[in-house]
């Protein structure tokens, strides 16, 4: 195991377009590291920099102590597993397995150990003599990850592994994935654009748009606080509220009379755009709270352990998210307020996180 | 035509645009029956010269020349396919030259036109489009046009008359359709089993020769029996780079048949019987693949 460090990493595509601006990370040995950003953000390119699939623009790659670049791939002692598994057709599991440590040219009776050890562990003894074509998605997502894992490679480099299972399979495997991955203690880099597969397994996430970092943190630093609007607007489901406001006596007010807690460290009178995590606006009844934003219920998505309400009000559509007790029915008039500590604010021109 | 590509009765109802009632059953069976006969007759028309030459390739010498035509009562023989293999037979050299020269030049175009496919559809060339262009711009010309070069260069090269020279010929015709049809095959073939093959410890060429070429041997299956095919029924420069009766090949021995003062028809229809079977093998075993092949693209992962 290794610790993976990109510094400068620029990488320009022959037709020009420049899918990695300058990207410095430094992955920490055995961290599970994800990179989360939409689709063209520079994620699986920079993943595919790493791996030596591409080659880099300019800067430079370091696994372990060694600079790896203009090194083959095979050179790389890394493993990866593919967005759509590769897994050899041709092969049955237990070849596919084999595969790796035979191009190492380790002796027949290590394969056998090594094969059948992440066999056991990945729960695939029962397939290994047959084809990956007759294995379920889920199965030969597991195969794929037994390949990876065989070799014992400084570093697992994971490319949306979990993108084609049905979303049940996919809770399973994410939870067997960090399962394998603490119990290996292995570095492990993540590509993903679901920003829940990166809340749940990261334990640092990479938030890319357009090539650039747009913030680096663990993941409750990046959901209480995201850096940018982008990354604001990025992680959380039901999104963040963000909501334009202006600095007032102690707080902050937006249209119709909506006051939210002001962070410290910014100037009365400046407009904001204040992130307001749906968790923390409540919605009441006006006769209980006469003195709250007015607003209408616009839709509500009732899921059991909470119930999200649509609201418009005069500072816009906004998120709340609240207790399956609380019933209020579509259409109906319903006063909104923010509660708990202040909330990120951002500037409108740079997007930025502005105040403490 | 949408018959053609989908079983009817599996057609979508809902397909937009296809809202037309399906045909009442009573004129379905009639029009099918027309069409039997109609498609019968074709067939017949198509095939009767096949026919014709089979009958020939198995009559009695006597019942060929027979007027009335015997269609059904003639006595008959296997003497003239004998005689096509026989030691003092005018084809039998010809056949033999015909299977080295299909074989050595289809196995020169395919050990050529596979890698240089691979890379053609793999990795960034300068200009790939207008190469690839120009390799398939050299099947435009019909053969008879540059034959004559051909020759001159042959005489001056002393490959007139030669197996080594046809066989040189016909790998160069081979190989553009071989690098096209394989870059149609290679393309479909994701190039993610390669990436994963590399990382997984082989240099870029272990990992075609150890993932993508097992995974491309029907592809390669179907485009070698193109080339052997155009190799093997090739005439124009087999007619006229040899004229030597001992290096000449099968097409060009059979048509020297017809001309002398008399003609053994028993024996011509019998030769091309013999040279016809191996490409009808041929097409038959690999008939999925040649289909596939064709239409480029259509091939299942």
Redesign the interface.
């Given at each position: 195991m290794a610790e993976v460090l990109v510094k400068r990493l620029r990488k320009e595509f022959?037709d020009g377009t420049v899918a990695v601006e300058e990207l410095d990370l430094a992955i920490a040995d055995g961290e599970l590291f994800v990179m989360l950003g939409p689709s063209g953000c520079g994620k699986t390119t920079t993943l595919r920099c790493v791996?030596?699939?591409e080659e880099e623009t300019s800067g430079q790659i370091v696994i372990g102590d060694e600079v790896v670049s203009g090194l083959?791939?095979?050179q790389r002692d890394?493993?990866?597993v593919?967005q759509?598994y590769?897994l050899?057709?041709?092969l049955s599991v237990r070849d596919n397995l084999a595969?790796?440590l035979r191009?190492?040219k380790r002796p027949a009776a290590e394969v056998d150990e090594r094969v059948n050890e992440a066999a056991r562990m990945l729960r695939l003894e029962p397939f290994l003599d047959r084809r990956p074509g007759k294995l379920s998605g889920g199965e030969q997502q597991r195969v794929a990850l037994g390949?990876a894992m065989v070799?014992h490679p400084k570093a697992f480099l994971m490319d949306e592994p979990l993108t084609n299972l049905d979303a049940e399979l996919r809770a399973d495997m994410r939870a067997e994935l960090k399962h394998v991955q603490q119990r290996l203690s292995s570095t492990m880099i993540y590509v993903t654009h679901d920003q829940t597969e990166a809340m749940a397994l990261g334990d640092r996430i990479a938030i890319m748009n357009k090539g650039r970092l747009e913030q680096l943190g663990a993941p409750m630093e990046v959901y209480d606080r995201p850096a940018t609007l982008f990354a604001a607007r990025f992680i959380g489901s039901p999104p963040m509220n963000l909501i334009e406001a202006e600095v007032t006596n102690g707080h902050l007010t937006a249209a119709g009379g909506l006051t939210i807690a002001a962070p410290e460290g910014i100037q009365r009178g400046e407009r904001v755009i204040a992130g307001v995590r749906p968790e923390s606006f409540t919605v009441s009844d006006p006769a209980s709270d006469p003195d709250g934003a007015r607003g209408r219920v616009a839709s509500r998505e009732a899921l059991g352990d909470e119930t999200i309400y649509v609201v418009e009000t005069e500072a816009g559509l906004l998120n709340v998210r609240m207790p399956p007790t609380a019933r209020f029915g579509e259409d109906q008039v319903v006063t909104v307020r923010h509660r708990g500590s202040a909330p990120p604010v951002y500037d409108p021109q740079t997007e930025r996180l502005v105040g403490r | 035509m949408a018959a053609h590509i989908q079983p009817s009765g599996i057609a979508d109802k809902g397909i937009a645009g296809e809202t037309a009632p399906p045909p009442v059953r009573r004129s379905r069976r009639l029009g099918s029956a027309f069409e039997i006969a109609l498609l019968a007759l074709l067939a017949v028309v198509m095939l009767f010269p096949v026919l014709w030459m089979l009958e020939t390739a198995l009559k009695d010498t006597r019942d060929i020349y027979a007027v009335p035509a015997k269609l059904i009562n003639f006595g008959p023989t296997l003497d003239h396919i004998k005689d096509v293999f026989s030691a003092d037979s005018p084809v039998f050299s010809g056949f033999k030259n015909s299977v080295i020269v299909a074989t050595a030049s289809t196995i020169i175009a395919t050990v050529l036109g596979v890698p240089a496919a691979w890379a053609y559809s793999r990795f960034q060339i300068p200009a790939k489009k207008d190469q690839l262009f120009f390799i398939l711009s050299t099947r435009f010309m019909p053969p008879v046009v540059v034959v004559i070069p051909v020759f001159l260069m042959y005489r001056d090269l002393a490959l007139l008359d030669t197996l080594q020279g046809l066989v040189l010929v016909y790998a160069a015709f081979n190989l553009p359709f071989t690098i096209w049809m394989m870059k149609g095959f290679i393309d479909e073939l994701p190039a993610e089993y390669e990436e994963a093959a590399m990382l997984d410890g082989y240099s870029r060429f272990e990992a075609f020769w150890r993932v993508t070429m097992p995974l491309l041997i029907p592809g390669i299956a179907a485009t070698a029996v193109f080339a052997l095919i155009f190799s093997w029924n090739e005439f124009v420069f087999s007619i006229f780079l040899i004229t030597d009766p001992d290096t000449r090949t099968a097409p060009a021995a059979i048509a020297g048949l017809i001309g002398g003062t008399t003609i053994d028809w028993g024996l011509v229809a019998a030769s091309a019987m013999v040279f016809a079977l191996p490409v009808l093998l041929f097409a038959f075993l690999v008939r999925k693949h040649l289909v596939a092949g064709v239409t480029l693209g259509a091939v299942r992962r």
């Amino acid at each position: 195991m290794a610790e993976v460090l990109v510094k400068r990493l620029r990488k320009e595509f022959p037709d020009g377009t420049v899918a990695v601006e300058e990207l410095d990370l430094a992955i920490a040995d055995g961290e599970l590291f994800v990179m989360l950003g939409p689709s063209g953000c520079g994620k699986t390119t920079t993943l595919r920099c790493v791996a030596g699939l591409e080659e880099e623009t300019s800067g430079q790659i370091v696994i372990g102590d060694e600079v790896v670049s203009g090194l083959r791939p095979s050179q790389r002692d890394i493993a990866m597993v593919f967005q759509f598994y590769a897994l050899y057709p041709h092969l049955s599991v237990r070849d596919n397995l084999a595969f790796p440590l035979r191009a190492a040219k380790r002796p027949a009776a290590e394969v056998d150990e090594r094969v059948n050890e992440a066999a056991r562990m990945l729960r695939l003894e029962p397939f290994l003599d047959r084809r990956p074509g007759k294995l379920s998605g889920g199965e030969q997502q597991r195969v794929a990850l037994g390949r990876a894992m065989v070799r014992h490679p400084k570093a697992f480099l994971m490319d949306e592994p979990l993108t084609n299972l049905d979303a049940e399979l996919r809770a399973d495997m994410r939870a067997e994935l960090k399962h394998v991955q603490q119990r290996l203690s292995s570095t492990m880099i993540y590509v993903t654009h679901d920003q829940t597969e990166a809340m749940a397994l990261g334990d640092r996430i990479a938030i890319m748009n357009k090539g650039r970092l747009e913030q680096l943190g663990a993941p409750m630093e990046v959901y209480d606080r995201p850096a940018t609007l982008f990354a604001a607007r990025f992680i959380g489901s039901p999104p963040m509220n963000l909501i334009e406001a202006e600095v007032t006596n102690g707080h902050l007010t937006a249209a119709g009379g909506l006051t939210i807690a002001a962070p410290e460290g910014i100037q009365r009178g400046e407009r904001v755009i204040a992130g307001v995590r749906p968790e923390s606006f409540t919605v009441s009844d006006p006769a209980s709270d006469p003195d709250g934003a007015r607003g209408r219920v616009a839709s509500r998505e009732a899921l059991g352990d909470e119930t999200i309400y649509v609201v418009e009000t005069e500072a816009g559509l906004l998120n709340v998210r609240m207790p399956p007790t609380a019933r209020f029915g579509e259409d109906q008039v319903v006063t909104v307020r923010h509660r708990g500590s202040a909330p990120p604010v951002y500037d409108p021109q740079t997007e930025r996180l502005v105040g403490r | 035509m949408a018959a053609h590509i989908q079983p009817s009765g599996i057609a979508d109802k809902g397909i937009a645009g296809e809202t037309a009632p399906p045909p009442v059953r009573r004129s379905r069976r009639l029009g099918s029956a027309f069409e039997i006969a109609l498609l019968a007759l074709l067939a017949v028309v198509m095939l009767f010269p096949v026919l014709w030459m089979l009958e020939t390739a198995l009559k009695d010498t006597r019942d060929i020349y027979a007027v009335p035509a015997k269609l059904i009562n003639f006595g008959p023989t296997l003497d003239h396919i004998k005689d096509v293999f026989s030691a003092d037979s005018p084809v039998f050299s010809g056949f033999k030259n015909s299977v080295i020269v299909a074989t050595a030049s289809t196995i020169i175009a395919t050990v050529l036109g596979v890698p240089a496919a691979w890379a053609y559809s793999r990795f960034q060339i300068p200009a790939k489009k207008d190469q690839l262009f120009f390799i398939l711009s050299t099947r435009f010309m019909p053969p008879v046009v540059v034959v004559i070069p051909v020759f001159l260069m042959y005489r001056d090269l002393a490959l007139l008359d030669t197996l080594q020279g046809l066989v040189l010929v016909y790998a160069a015709f081979n190989l553009p359709f071989t690098i096209w049809m394989m870059k149609g095959f290679i393309d479909e073939l994701p190039a993610e089993y390669e990436e994963a093959a590399m990382l997984d410890g082989y240099s870029r060429f272990e990992a075609f020769w150890r993932v993508t070429m097992p995974l491309l041997i029907p592809g390669i299956a179907a485009t070698a029996v193109f080339a052997l095919i155009f190799s093997w029924n090739e005439f124009v420069f087999s007619i006229f780079l040899i004229t030597d009766p001992d290096t000449r090949t099968a097409p060009a021995a059979i048509a020297g048949l017809i001309g002398g003062t008399t003609i053994d028809w028993g024996l011509v229809a019998a030769s091309a019987m013999v040279f016809a079977l191996p490409v009808l093998l041929f097409a038959f075993l690999v008939r999925k693949h040649l289909v596939a092949g064709v239409t480029l693209g259509a091939v299942r992962r």
